[in-house]
């Protein structure tokens, strides 16, 4: 899936910039549907024929979860907000 989106989006083949992929998904929430190219809403049998965007916002999830999953993770995240 990576290498598609690679190949799409121009974004490099990479987990940590799944974030710039999920900012579709303020698009969609305001149904901007038809402006969407095609593989936003391709399905992937090797996924459990779930859709791109279902997977990048459980990516998504993960990767959040895992930012802030210690307390020194979350306080040094905190710290870096505050300034």
Same mark, same amino acid.
């Given at each position: 899936? +990576?290498?598609?989106?690679?190949? *799409? =989006?121009?974004?490099?083949?990479? @987990?940590?910039?799944?974030?710039?992929? @999920?900012?579709?998904?303020?698009?969609? !929430?305001?149904?901007?549907? %038809? *402006? $969407?190219?095609?593989?936003?809403? $391709? =399905?992937?049998?090797? @996924? %459990? !024929?779930?859709? =791109?965007? %279902?997977?990048?916002?459980?990516?998504?999830?993960?990767? #959040? #979860? =895992?930012? +802030?999953?210690?307390? %020194? *993770?979350?306080?040094?995240? *905190?710290? +870096?907000?505050?300034?």
């Amino acid at each position: 899936m +990576f290498k598609v989106l690679e190949e *799409k =989006t121009g974004i490099a083949n990479s @987990y940590v910039n799944v974030d710039n992929v @999920y900012d579709i998904t303020r698009e969609l !929430n305001n149904n901007l549907t %038809d *402006k $969407q190219p095609p593989w936003v809403f $391709q =399905t992937w049998l090797e @996924y %459990d !024929n779930r859709s =791109t965007m %279902d997977i990048i916002s459980e990516m998504r999830c993960v990767r #959040m #979860m =895992t930012n +802030f999953d210690s307390p %020194d *993770k979350a306080r040094e995240k *905190k710290i +870096f907000v505050e300034r």
